[in-house]
């Protein structure tokens, strides 16, 4: 993981209440009620909501 990406991140998540987990390979999860074991929380939504392709209501999102 890129310590500039996390920089990047960082500033652009202003908002105290919310927690990040930047993962290995750049997938940034943004967690808006952070609680409790903040990678599991966020592979938890990943496995929920599934990868987002080009096209999909998920990948319209980003």
Known sequence: MSIER???WQQLLA?????LVLF???TCV???APDGEL???ATDL???F????AG???GALG
């Open 46 to 48: 990943l496995k929920k």
């Open 6 to 8: 996390l920089d990047v």
């Open 15 to 19: 908002d105290p209440r919310k927690s």
């Open 56 to 58: 999909s209501w998920a």
């Open 24 to 26: 290995e390979h750049g």
């Open 50 to 53: 599934g990868p987002a392709h």
């Open 30 to 32: 943004v967690l808006t």
């Open 39 to 41: 990678a599991e929380q």
